[in-house]
């Protein structure tokens, strides 16, 4: 789980004019002790091209500072104050990375927060704006008395100036990061609504309740039943003034689509690798533009338990309405918490059933050269060993965070065959028959300790799959037993044979396995197939007169239950 902590920009446009607009982005994706993030960069760059294509931010005057030191961090705020060249100016500070409750955490290295509050105070711009994205935002403005739950209300305003804070999560709470958003769940939503989800009134310009009612609403939703738990964002502010506070204005984008009032529902916007783009709720009776770069779109639709798709392509400076109509019938995405303890691997335990090959005709050709004296009583016993048996089995395995694999399990596996044959001797100078029988039982027991290493695709498409190298350790236990019956001389007779011991063959397998959401638990089939290029006798330390050779190469099927035991 990683824990994520997140103030979001709130970029004011306002009636009244402003002088330049100033951005700091700050993002690490190193936390010391906690595991690292994954999609740091991502709000980063998301960040940075809505400033400068909705807020009005000049891409030259935006300064990214990614997975530096607090040091060097503190230098550039020290330096701010000869940069902020009027006091019309706009100042944002955007955090996104690891926090406790005192510090930024960056790499081995903090920055206070109490230095930060102290740093943008200082500032004599007309807005100060700033956003974290870590776990336990909430603590910047508690003292100051952040609210949670209640949304933005302004009146009418205008010459707005002051400071204003928005955080992903409180205090108490972790932040998280999606790996079906690619960012962090709430930078998602936030930009989703400044790119004109969030449009409410349908004017295109999205104010700071509007935006702020959006990405508060959507992230509660999103993390309802995530393992990291509820995330309820907040804000602190202090602005005076008059007029409307505008974060982005849409008016003058060129390409996108507008969803008109008969289309209404859970809306997801999915692009041609599909990355997902968007995630609203629209209602009916509204109309709602959607800024989208130019390119092939899947809007997906969900309500009362169906699913619904269209497509769209958008040419450059076009803009699509997209209605009812357009929607066919379908069939109908680890959360991680910024701050979460750096746990390196997850570790699984697996039971397993299914069926083995062996290659044992070399193994029936030496036993029944064993038996070719009963030939004289006219018997030719012939062996015949199963080729397909059934196997069960239980293993553990370590699934490490880059993919990589470790694995140990023991499958047990027991054949048994009799066999019953009639024959005749004579006495000598006589010419009568006397009935002989011989009954033949073997019983072949494997017990097969597997180890190895394996690898877990992360691409999307093929992230169900692992593939496997290892060696397998066959202990085989090998017994004949038989019984001869001599009605001429009235003897019944017993012989054993015992062959114990161990052979070793590497083996490469793969497998395909289904994750439950919300679940420890996955399920799944793994194929292999073990080599060994000629016959072996078994290596054991009771030597014996006559060993004999065997060949357990073959390919085994098996289905298995995983169950997770430390899931994040």
Known sequence: ???????????????????????????????????????????????????????????????????????????????????????????????????????????????????????VKSYSTQMRIVIFDACQSGCFTRIKGGSLQEPFLYKEESNIEGQVVIYSSSANEYSQESDLYKNSIFTFHFLNGLRGCADISGDKRISLAEAYQYSYSRTVSSTAHTTGGVQHPGYQFNIQGEGNVILSDINTRTCGIILDESVGGNLVILD?????????????????????????????????????????????????????????????????????????????????????QFGLHDLARQCNNRFTGYSQFTMRPEFSFQPINM??????????????????????????????????????????????????????????????????????????????????????DFTIGSVFSDSLYHLETSNSFADRGVLVLPRASASLRYNFRESPFSIGVNSGYRYLPVSQELHTKERIKTPLEYDFSGISVSAFLLCVLNRM
């Open 272 to 356: 041609v690798d599909d990355n997902l783009t968007a995630d609203l709720v629209k209602q009916e009776k509204n109309r709602l533009f959607i800024a989208l770069n130019p390119g092939n779109y899947r809007i997906v639709k969900t309500r009362d338990d169906e699913a619904f798709k269209a497509k769209v392509f958008l040419n450059e400076n076009q803009i699509l309405p997209v209605t009812k109509e357009q929607f066919h019938k379908m069939r109908t995405t680890p959360v991680y918490a910024k701050g979460a303890p750096d746990r390196k691997f997850t570790v699984g335990v697996a039971v397993s059933g299914g069926f083995m």
């Open 391 to 476: 196997q069960g089995g239980l293993g553990i395995e370590f699934n490490f965070r880059n993919g990589l694999q470790a694995y140990a399990c023991f499958d047990y596996c027991r054949t048994r065959n009799e066999q019953s044959y009639n024959g005749f001797t004579k006495a000598p100078g006589d010419t009568l028959k006397y009935g002989v029988s011989l009954k033949i039982r073997d019983t072949l027991t494997t017990g097969t300790f597997t180890t190895g290493i394996g690898y877990t695709f992360k691409n999307r498409y093929f992230r169900f799959i692992s593939v496997r190298l290892g060696a397998d350790v066959v202990f085989a």
């Open 1 to 119: 789980m990683k824990k994520l902590f997140f103030y979001y920009t709130v970029l004011m446009l306002c009636a009244a004019s402003y002088g330049a607009r100033y951005a700091l982005l700050v993002g690490n994706s190193y936390g010391g002790a906690f595991a690292p993030l994954k999609y740091v960069q991502n709000d980063i760059l998301g960040m940075r091209d809505v400033l400068s294509q909705f807020c009005g931010f000049e891409k030259e005057n935006i300064v990214s500072l990614y997975n530096r030191s607090s040091k060097e961090l503190g230098a550039y705020l020290n330096s701010l104050p000869g940069r902020l060249s009027s006091e019309d100016d706009v100042f944002l500070f955007y955090y996104t990375g690891h926090a406790d409750l005192e510090n930024l955490l960056m790499g081995n290295t903090k920055y206070p927060l109490a230095d930060l509050k102290k740093q």
